[in-house]
């Protein structure tokens, strides 16, 4: 690993730290390095409050001032460059006379695109654009897919027997363990909503809140017959939802696999059979394995698809 990938890394653990606290906004991390040292960091800590680069700035103490002009400062994503709830970052940074920034990835907020890089360029900084790209993309992966394709980052979620059923004859089933509830519960407190079909709604009534965690209960949603699902996916949207869990029954996750609305799928599976009962929805054949993690009895496994 390069020494602008070491400072980058340490970029994406500050954001991080904001994964709660500043939705709708992206997580990001600043890093000032002057003479091989970080002189400022910081991160996002909440929407409405200082970009990750004020507070960097910020805590850089007085008697590093005057290394301000020969220092570097990396940045996990675009500095903005429009007046929001804060003033632009690009300012900030031309203001505090910098003479390099390294940006993870650009940022596709259509207010932005590009053109706080372009504003640091024309001030006459030297701008670095994709260090651990990938990376700073997955960060902000709800994000990201909220604003290049329209819609929510849509996460398929259900437990299942070790022999692949998902209840028994068609009764509701416990198949998570304890810590397999505080792992589900903590990805609720994580995405804005969470939805279930009418069936699952109707006959099992879940809470679908916060309770083995702490964080904000996600918003619930009822998928209906009355509503297409496109038209379910394009209201969430338009009420700025960026992140979707679907935790409904075989016919609702597989409605989404065939409309490709999906971007990960999570499979819990328990050690417990039972003879008979629904079958667990088929995982689709283009996908990775993300992780594979086990909690006692019960194993967790993350996919996402082949092509990203």
Not at 22 to 49: D, F, L
Not at 70 to 90: F, N
Not at 146 to 159: D, V
Request: net charge neutral.
């Amino acid at each position: 690993m390069g020494i602008d990938e070491k400072y980058m890394q340490r970029c994406l653990q500050l954001a991080a730290n904001g994964i709660q606290g500043v939705r709708p906004n992206p997580m990001v991390g600043a890093v000032i390095v002057a003479n091989n040292r970080i002189i400022g960091e910081g991160y996002h800590v909440r929407c409405g409050q200082g970009h990750a680069e004020v507070n960097a700035f910020a805590a850089v103490k007085p008697e590093d001032e005057a290394l301000l002009k020969d220092a570097i400062i990396y940045v996990s994503l675009e500095p903005c460059s429009h007046y929001g709830k804060t003033p632009p970052c690009a300012d900030l940074i031309i203001k505090k006379g910098v003479r390099r920034v390294v940006v993870g990835t650009i940022d596709p907020f259509a207010e932005v695109q590009g053109r706080g890089i372009e504003k640091l360029r024309k001030a006459g900084i030297e701008v670095m654009v994709g260090v651990l790209e990938k990376e700073c993309q997955w960060l902000n992966r709800r994000f990201f897919t909220y604003h290049s394709k329209h819609r929510p980052y849509i996460i398929l979620k259900w437990a299942q027997t070790a022999n692949g059923f998902i209840d028994d004859h068609g009764m509701a089933l416990q198949i998570s363990n304890e810590q397999t509830q505080m792992v589900s519960h903590q990805l609720r407190a994580e995405e804005d909503a969470i939805l279930v079909g009418h069936t699952t709604e109707s006959r099992e009534h879940p809470q679908l809140t916060v309770r083995h965690w702490y964080g904000p209960n996600p918003k619930r949603v009822v998928l209906t017959h009355q509503r297409p699902l496109q038209q379910q996916i394009d209201d969430l949207y338009q009420q700025g939802i960026q992140s979707l869990i679907v935790e409904g029954g075989r016919k609702t996750h597989e409605s989404f696999i065939e409309a490709d609305l999906w971007d990960e799928i999570r499979v819990e599976t328990g050690a417990i059979t039972v003879s008979d009962g629904t079958r667990a929805p088929q995982i689709p054949s283009d996908v990775s394995l993300l992780s594979s993690e086990v909690y006692g009895d019960n194993q967790i496994r993350r996919y996402i698809k082949a092509l990203q």
